[in-house]
């Protein structure tokens, strides 16, 4: 029983949360801020796996955010909308419940492929040069898809919303609500279950020493390139979500400055403890919903806070412990294995 024991607790609290939102006892607003927090969970948690655990330095994780969010958004038109980019839905919009988890496993595909584009040339270097070629594929996803008339070009791209209200007539939920707590939760349990495997110690070996890795017999180029894949598939199907929760998507929102404030998340939660990612997540989204009504001098305020964060306290909140390290009394309820 313990050892689902933090599975069921997950299960819970989304229900839980999902049940809130059915009676109305949470606003729209408040809804929507917990959708926020879940993508970014999903994104501090995923460039975690790469800059945390593997000791790598990514930092375009918008770039595939971003491939994530158009290929989702086209994907649902296509199958569930008529549109006039697309024409008309290829199938009944009511089969959206059932098959609106493909959108996003699409969505996640189509950047873990463009993961594995940057993964292969960055088998040689580490540090600067992995940064560079990472910062250079976001800038390179952000210019191409200005250029491409077919997903509205610099005009952006709509028509997500349909999708979503075809699954309300279907049965009335709050079903955005429940992908994007499913999507995080999934998330979550995947990347606990591979650091967590013999991948995993390959990985954290990885972090430690590549050249001793190496000699311990460990496949870097194959743990680097299935980790990558990972990381960046599930940004992906975080950007997949995030389209269908705006509705909108234009390709200046996934520029370099989504990919700082995911770097942000994973530095101030710590570097290798995924729930430090969690807890930096769930503060940065209300930070910035507190910082909200300064307009553009929170983006004065939000760095001058990682300045200060790295002067004092340069691991992070976390470190690299998780909360069952802090709170040992915790394993005595839940395996976190």
């Not at 229900?15 to 501090?44: E, H, K, P």
């Not at 330095?57 to 649902?76: D, E, I, K, N, R």
């Amino acid at each position: 029983m313990q050892k689902y024991s933090l599975n069921m607790a997950m299960a819970a609290a989304l229900v839980g949360v999902v049940a809130l939102a059915q009676v109305g006892a949470i606003d729209l607003y408040v809804q929507s801020v917990l959708m926020f927090m879940a993508i970014n969970v999903i994104m501090a948690s995923s460039l975690n796996l790469v800059n945390g655990f593997m000791g790598e330095f990514s930092c375009g994780h918008g770039g595939f955010m971003c491939v994530g969010a158009y290929v989702g958004s086209v994907l649902s038109m296509m199958l569930f909308t008529d549109s006039h980019l697309y024409g008309a839905a290829l199938l009944p919009p009511q089969w959206a419940v059932a098959l609106f988890p493909l959108v996003l496993l699409g969505g996640g595909a189509a950047a873990a492929l463009a993961g594995v584009i940057v993964a292969v040339p960055s088998f040689k270097t580490r540090g600067d040069y992995l940064a560079i070629i990472t910062l250079a594929v976001n800038y390179i996803v952000i210019s191409a898809v200005h250029n491409l008339d077919i997903v509205g070009g610099p005009r952006g791209l709509t028509g997500m919303r349909p999708t979503i209200m075809a699954m309300g007539q279907v049965v009335d939920l709050p079903w955005m609500m429940i992908w994007v707590l499913v999507g995080a939760t999934g998330c979550l349990f995947i990347i606990r279950r591979y650091v967590n495997s013999t991948y995993g110690k390959g990985v954290i070996a990885i972090s430690q020493d590549e050249i001793a890795a190496e000699i311990m017999s460990v496949n870097t180029n194959r743990l680097k390139l299935i980790t990558f894949m990972v990381s960046s598939g599930l940004a992906g199907v975080a950007g997949a979500l995030y389209a269908h929760v705006v509705g909108y998507l234009n390709p200046g929102a996934f520029d370099i400055l989504k990919s700082t404030e995911a770097m942000v998340m994973v530095y101030l939660g710590g570097m290798g403890s995924l729930s430090g990612s969690v807890i930096a997540a769930v503060l940065f989204t209300l930070l910035l919903e507190v910082l909200r009504p300064l307009q553009i001098y929170k983006w004065v305020i939000v760095p001058l806070i990682l300045i200060l964060l790295m002067q004092f306290r340069p691991e992070g909140l976390m470190g690299d412990k998780e909360l069952s390290d802090i709170f040992p009394r915790l394993r005595k309820y839940f395996t976190f294995k």
